[in-house]
């Protein structure tokens, strides 16, 4: 049974006359179609919409749970036979929760489909979006073959290749939604379409970066990669840092990206509270894929510090890697995921226009002096997506609805609640909008980057808007340009076609 705190909210569903009678209806349609479901008053209810953020508690008005293609049409005609909205909840570990849609929404619950078919013919493989990235690397592993992707093992694939997919092997392979071949789609009339580069071009595009909005994606078809012969995950901590050593290793990273290093070596700073005022301590984490000692890589970067604090090495097979850098179970049905209750913003900075002296100062310095003072667990991650070598960057910016092709680093800022459990308080928005606009606030007023959040108080112009929409924040008062840049017209263009009554919609959406 759901809590008793939320059964206020059912009993407004219930007792509204046509809220009734759309659960009456909707019950009668998905069994037409053959679909499971769960309702307000199952037992399993609450459980089922437990949210990885626990910072958001949605009540949909039912939950389906197709096993095919056919079934998700069914689902979503039922739904919009109601105009209802409709969520399609892949792995469950988005940042805002836009799997559960919103109150009284219909969610489409995938994880029933987790066939994965790897073909050997063409060393590509078929992937239904209920699989999580864990799972998925090891059936590809056992058949010699990778794709790039994030670390958390409990990440969906459905949302993950539909709007982005950044890893360690980014750098060599590309975002996950670069390896997309085709895919099967679930429009909002209940039409099912194969969309590739020579059939429903328009959708093919549009669901490589907005996929949530434009439709259900129940599979995709995939180019994989021969799993690496070995792999090395490096990593190397600083304890305390002072403004002045921490702002070096930052501005030391940007002019080591910029040198010729390979793309099969990817790379992350991550910085958390200091031991003390005006300090500030530095994770620096890695994976090397290529042949030869990465020591030799890594020793014109490791030159310009101090001697770390500790380091682990790790070498081994390829697979070995993927389990260090995830921390977790990579098969995902051994244990669920622990949630959180946080907020997270993010900022995507340009190869061709470094961070400044002066942002990174006031960056660094914010993190050691409100960083240390905040009272709640907090990190940042500057993430290499570019610099010498980047498979990301070689793809054209309108190859695909993915706006961001010319970045070096995106920064993600992440603070959790003090118990990480509810309430999250306010302080924890106060303290990262600020983190932000540290850097925004002293960088130059044309400055091309990538911004997401919505505090900064000056007129920014000649600005190329886009964040990465993996790390969605609710709170941006105008997300759709700020994430999707100079590709909103057509996506808003291809929206109207597709989805004219918006069925499909989300904060952070088209």
């Not at 389990?323 to 995507?348: C, H, I, R």
């Not at 606030?441 to 091309?448: D, E, G």
Request: net charge neutral; proline share 5%.
């Amino acid at each position: 049974m759901l809590p008793a705190s939320l059964l206020g909210l059912v009993a407004i569903f219930l007792s509204s006359g046509a809220a009734a009678q759309s659960v009456s209806v909707l019950q009668s349609s998905l069994s037409a179609g053959g679909v499971s479901a769960l309702y307000p008053t199952d037992k399993n209810f609450s459980t089922v919409t437990k949210a990885f953020n626990e910072r958001f508690t949605i009540v949909p008005l039912a939950v389906a749970f197709p096993t095919n293609a056919q079934q998700v049409a069914a689902a979503v005609k039922a739904g919009t036979a109601q105009k209802m909205e409709v969520a399609a909840r892949s792995g469950g570990h988005s940042y805002i929760a836009n799997g559960f849609g919103r109150n009284g929404s219909l969610v489409i619950d995938l994880s029933k489909m987790k066939g994965i078919s790897i073909r050997s013919s063409n060393n590509t493989a078929l992937i239904e979006t209920g699989n999580r990235l864990g799972d998925i690397a090891l059936a590809l592993n056992a058949a010699g073959r990778a794709l790039p992707h994030g670390t958390c093992s409990y990440v969906g694939i459905g949302g993950h290749s539909g709007m982005g997919g950044f890893g360690f092997t980014s750098r060599a392979w590309g975002l996950t939604l670069d390896t997309i071949k085709s895919a099967t789609v679930v429009l909002a009339n209940g039409t099912i379409v194969t969309a590739s580069n020579t059939s429903n071009t328009d959708i093919f595009w549009a669901i490589r970066g907005a996929s949530p909005s434009i439709g259900i994606v129940t599979s995709i078809e995939v180019q994989t990669f021969p799993a690496p012969a070995s792999a090395t995950v490096f990593q190397y901590g600083w304890d305390s840092l002072t403004i002045s050593a921490a702002s070096n290793a930052i501005s030391s990273f940007q002019t080591f990206a910029a040198s010729n290093i390979p793309q099969e070596f990817g790379a992350e700073l991550v910085f958390s509270a200091g031991p003390s005022t005006s300090h500030v301590a530095l994770g620096l984490t890695g994976a090397y894929y290529g042949t030869g000692d990465y020591k030799t890589i890594l020793a014109p970067y490791l030159n310009t510090l101090s001697a770390p604090s500790w380091s682990t090495i790790s070498p081994g097979s390829y697979i070995n890697s993927v389990s260090v850098l995830a921390g977790q179970p990579l098969n995902t049905s051994t244990a669920p995921e622990d949630p959180d209750t946080f907020y997270a913003k993010s900022l995507m900075t340009p190869s061709g226009s470094p961070m400044s002296a002066a942002a990174i100062t006031a960056f660094v310095t914010y993190m050691t002096k409100q960083g240390f003072t905040f009272g709640q667990s907090w990190f940042v991650e500057v993430e290499l997506y570019g610099g010498s070598n980047s498979a990301i960057n070689k793809v054209a910016l309108d190859a695909t609805a993915f706006s961001k092709r010319d970045t070096l680093f995106t920064i993600q800022m992440y603070a959790s609640s003090p118990s990480f459990a509810p309430p999250y308080p306010a302080s924890g928005f106060t303290f990262l909008d600020g983190m932000a606009s540290s850097i925004v606030s002293n960088s130059p007023s044309n400055w091309s980057y990538g911004y997401a959040v919505n505090s900064i108080h000056r007129v920014l112009t000649d600005v190329s808007f886009s964040a990465y929409l993996n790390y969605a924040d609710d709170r941006l008062t105008n997300a759709s340009t700020l994430y999707y840049g100079s590709h909103l017209p057509r996506l808003q263009s291809i929206k109207a076609a597709v989805d004219p009554q918006d069925t499909f919609r989300m904060p952070t959406g088209v």
